[in-house]
């Protein structure tokens, strides 16, 4: 809910697409630079009193931008903007524990015969989350204040902790306790330089998502381009999503059978197409289409990239690793909208869509041809 709440109530109160960018840019840089010590830090600590503790503050961060949108102080519209942008960057701050401490508490939740089929059903169950709330943020911006839609996500996490407080603690693994957090970090590097096929997904999926990405230019596109409102906007950015979760679910029930690798580089690479398609797109339904196709793609590329981290990674190694994945996809994520926006801003909103389409391309190419460890990958 909250890019939808924020992309709308920022582009509604600056009409500029840079700053949509700088969002992105406010939330990646902290998330960075904390990636890898905070991946040593959860893989020496209860995983279980990271996420809570990490949940509370978005919580206490949710609270704030509610105040921050509404009418109670008399902020100009550049005292609003700064603030919200370091709110953004300071969930980049808490994104850096909460990500690798949910990825490598999985693990500790389910037996290893069961780990694959529990990291299908808990994506998917991240997607609904993810299908769900945009569409219903996009449908209170026309009834409620933006701070009011605030005010609902606090409830839901509230709801959240508690829920997530009833799972009992798990043991830590402590023999990596003593060493130093450079050397800690050192060693999930290297294990993902070492492992070509893991490191090719994902360097793969990071350009894909850098340039191919359209998710900050959503609202100019549903506002100005296709001239429709915010549940216009909330249901266009539901569509990946959908996509994501129809692909998953049907891979969870039948499985890949061989040549995983080829099937990557393709999907990645229909991503591009797609992304291009919508970008021309006058049609709502063409542009709805395009994104859901996109998201079938993405689930499919998602199902393989998750699939190689689970059986790949050692379990005293999957926060550090979890940490540097983070930063090759999540964290792309938010690259990407920053590219999104400055190229808008210098290119155009369409044209800057078919940029990135064309160089998603260009990527799936170089892949295809120059990671064959990639290419040839199966399990």
Same mark, same amino acid.
């Given at each position: 809910?909250?890019? =939808?709440?924020?992309?709308?109530?920022?582009?509604?109160?600056?009409?500029?697409?840079? +700053?949509?960018?700088? !969002?992105?840019?406010?939330?990646?840089?902290?998330?960075?630079? /904390?990636?890898?010590?905070?991946?040593?830090?959860?893989?020496?600590?209860?995983?279980?009193?990271?996420?809570?503790?990490?949940?509370?503050? &978005?919580?206490?961060?949710?609270?704030?931008?509610?105040?921050?949108?509404?009418?109670?102080?008399?902020?100009?519209?550049? =005292?609003?903007?700064?603030?919200?942008?370091?709110?953004?960057?300071?969930?980049?701050?808490?994104?850096?524990?909460?990500?690798?401490?949910?990825?490598?508490? /999985?693990?500790?939740? +389910?037996?290893?015969?069961?780990?694959?089929?529990?990291?299908?059903?808990?994506?998917?169950?991240?997607?609904?989350?993810?299908?769900?709330?945009?569409?219903?943020?996009?449908?209170? #911006?026309?009834? #409620?204040?933006?701070?009011?839609? &605030?005010?609902?996500? !606090?409830?839901?996490?509230?709801?959240?902790?508690?829920?997530?407080?009833? #799972?009992?603690?798990?043991?830590?693994?402590?023999?990596? #306790?003593?060493?130093?957090?450079?050397?800690?970090?050192?060693?999930?590097?290297?294990? !993902?330089?070492?492992?070509?096929?893991?490191?090719?997904?994902?360097?793969?999926?990071?350009?894909?998502?850098?340039?191919?990405?359209?998710?900050?230019?959503?609202?100019?596109?549903?506002?100005?381009?296709?001239?429709?409102?915010?549940?216009?906007?909330?249901?266009?950015?539901?569509?990946?999503?959908?996509?994501?979760?129809?692909?998953?679910? &049907? /891979?969870?029930?039948?499985?890949?059978?061989?040549?995983?690798?080829?099937?990557?580089?393709?999907?990645?690479?229909?991503?591009? =197409?797609?992304?291009?398609?919508?970008?021309?797109?006058?049609?709502?339904?063409?542009?709805?289409?395009?994104?859901?196709?996109?998201?079938?793609?993405?689930?499919?590329?998602?199902?393989?990239?998750?699939?190689?981290?689970?059986?790949? +990674?050692?379990?005293?190694?999957?926060?550090?690793?979890?940490?540097?994945?983070?930063?090759?996809?999540?964290?792309?994520?938010?690259?990407?909208?920053?590219?999104?926006?400055?190229?808008?801003?210098?290119?155009?909103?369409?044209?800057?869509?078919?940029?990135?389409?064309?160089?998603?391309?260009?990527?799936?190419?170089?892949?295809?041809?120059?990671?064959?460890?990639?290419?040839?990958?199966?399990?």
């Amino acid at each position: 809910m909250v890019p =939808v709440l924020l992309g709308w109530y920022l582009y509604s109160l600056t009409g500029s697409k840079l +700053v949509l960018g700088f !969002v992105g840019l406010c939330e990646v840089i902290p998330a960075i630079l /904390l990636a890898l010590p905070a991946g040593a830090k959860v893989d020496v600590s209860d995983k279980r009193y990271l996420i809570l503790r990490s949940i509370f503050f &978005f919580i206490l961060l949710a609270l704030v931008l509610a105040l921050v949108s509404s009418e109670i102080f008399d902020f100009g519209v550049e =005292v609003r903007t700064i603030l919200i942008f370091t709110l953004v960057g300071l969930t980049g701050v808490i994104r850096a524990y909460i990500s690798p401490s949910f990825s490598a508490f /999985l693990a500790q939740l +389910v037996s290893k015969e069961q780990l694959v089929h529990g990291a299908s059903v808990n994506s998917m169950t991240w997607l609904l989350g993810a299908i769900v709330g945009p569409t219903l943020a996009g449908f209170l #911006i026309g009834f #409620i204040p933006v701070y009011l839609g &605030f005010i609902l996500i !606090v409830v839901l996490l509230i709801c959240s902790f508690f829920i997530f407080s009833f #799972i009992l603690p798990k043991p830590v693994l402590r023999e990596n #306790i003593k060493v130093k957090t450079w050397t800690s970090v050192k060693e999930g590097l290297e294990f !993902v330089w070492n492992q070509k096929a893991l490191f090719g997904a994902m360097g793969l999926d990071m350009f894909a998502v850098l340039f191919g990405g359209a998710v900050a230019l959503l609202p100019v596109f549903a506002k100005d381009i296709l001239e429709a409102g915010p549940q216009t906007f909330g249901l266009l950015l539901s569509a990946t999503y959908f996509g994501n979760f129809l692909a998953i679910l &049907f /891979l969870t029930k039948y499985p890949l059978n061989g040549k995983q690798g080829y099937r990557l580089i393709y999907s990645v690479a229909g991503f591009g =197409v797609c992304m291009i398609v919508f970008a021309l797109s006058k049609s709502f339904i063409l542009s709805f289409m395009a994104l859901f196709v996109s998201g079938l793609f993405d689930g499919v590329s998602v199902i393989i990239r998750g699939t190689i981290f689970q059986l790949l +990674v050692p379990d005293h190694l999957r926060g550090r690793v979890s940490s540097v994945s983070s930063i090759f996809i999540n964290s792309s994520n938010e690259l990407g909208q920053f590219e999104s926006g400055v190229a808008a801003a210098a290119l155009g909103t369409v044209p800057s869509v078919v940029f990135g389409g064309c160089m998603t391309l260009l990527f799936s190419g170089i892949a295809w041809f120059k990671i064959p460890t990639l290419k040839k990958l199966e399990y």
